[in-house]
């Protein structure tokens, strides 16, 4: 065998090692999409929403949070989503319902992308309360929990698919307190709960999310803000339930994942009670994942 074909085995099983060793990464999350008015209440019927997000990623980091070579890759997700609330009331709260298809786009170079842009079918309850009052503060929330399906385009043979492979509950709470005229706080909390990958012993560890707005109203129907998201995991990614998998067999001691962004936010709601949302938001301190750049368009409408 020349040298040369030596050279390019040593690196063919180098990278294949890497490959296996690499623990799954956290999937699909509530990344930004909502923030701005995360609580506010809705009245009973049918809302559609859609919502544009497109990402760039400049570096991606390691465990320490230093930087480490990557692809570089742009991906472009849109979520259509049917809302209906009922006058049906538990808890003194409207219950409501919603049911949201991705679609979704990556390009980048090196690697290899399913072409199929099907996300997973997610669905799930929650009840909504409407113009709470603590300490005589003014307060909208709501609470529900979601249920991710595998159902979208998967394929193993490609490094990036629209399907994230696996099942995900995740129980939410967003809440919009106006503590002062024109002033406006709303987070959404997401607690994220993997099963294993289809057919794969790698699963996820459990994550907290925290989408996030400072909201004030300049004029009537138009918001401007401080809009962004926080990702922190709570437990070590595990292989046939081991935590301790990826340190004991590849020497990776930290699989946690970590970033924070920030970034301004506007929004507007016409006559017609169509609400417009455009925010831009900037990562930083990531741990374990890419960092970079999001903008988001969000429309929504009563039907």
Do not use: C
């Not at 995360?38 to 570096?59: C, D, E, K």
């Not at 709570?234 to 292989?239: N, P």
């Amino acid at each position: 065998m020349k040298k040369r074909d030596v050279l390019l085995l040593l690196i063919f099983l180098l990278f294949g090692e890497l490959a296996r060793a690499q623990d799954p990464k956290i999937p699909g999350g509530n990344f930004g999409f909502n923030n701005m008015g995360a609580g506010r209440w809705n009245a009973p019927g049918w809302y559609y929403v859609q919502y544009l997000q497109v990402y760039s990623n400049t570096s991606t980091r390691d465990g320490k949070g230093d930087p480490i070579p990557g692809p570089k890759l742009t991906s472009i997700v849109t979520l259509q989503q049917l809302i209906f609330v009922s006058k049906l009331t538990l808890l003194n709260g409207n219950v409501a319902f919603n049911t949201l298809i991705p679609l979704v786009t990556t390009s980048a170079s090196q690697v290899s992308i399913n072409p199929n842009p099907l996300g997973d079918l997610l669905i799930g309850p929650y009840i909504e309360w409407n113009d709470q009052k603590v300490l005589g503060i003014d307060m909208f929330y709501r609470l529900g929990v979601n249920v991710s399906f595998p159902t979208g385009a998967f394929n193993e043979r490609f490094d990036f698919n629209s399907s994230l492979h696996r099942y995900r509950i995740f129980p939410h709470l967003e809440l919009t307190v106006v503590p002062v005229a024109k002033l406006a706080i709303s987070v959404k909390n997401n607690m994220y709960f993997f099963t294993r990958e289809v057919g794969s012993p790698k699963k996820t560890g459990t994550a907290y999310n925290l989408n996030y707005a400072i909201e004030y109203t300049v004029a009537n129907r138009l918001i401007i803000g401080a809009v962004g998201y926080y990702l922190t995991q709570l437990t070590q990614d595990s292989y046939n339930g081991d935590q301790n998998y990826y340190r004991n067999n590849y020497g990776i001691d930290e699989t946690k994942e970590r970033v924070f962004a920030i970034g301004p936010g506007v929004g507007y709601t016409t006559h017609n009670k169509l609400s417009l949302e455009l925010k831009a938001m900037w990562e930083t301190g990531a741990v374990n994942r890419r960092q970079g750049f999001r903008s988001t368009l969000v429309i929504a409408f009563p039907l």
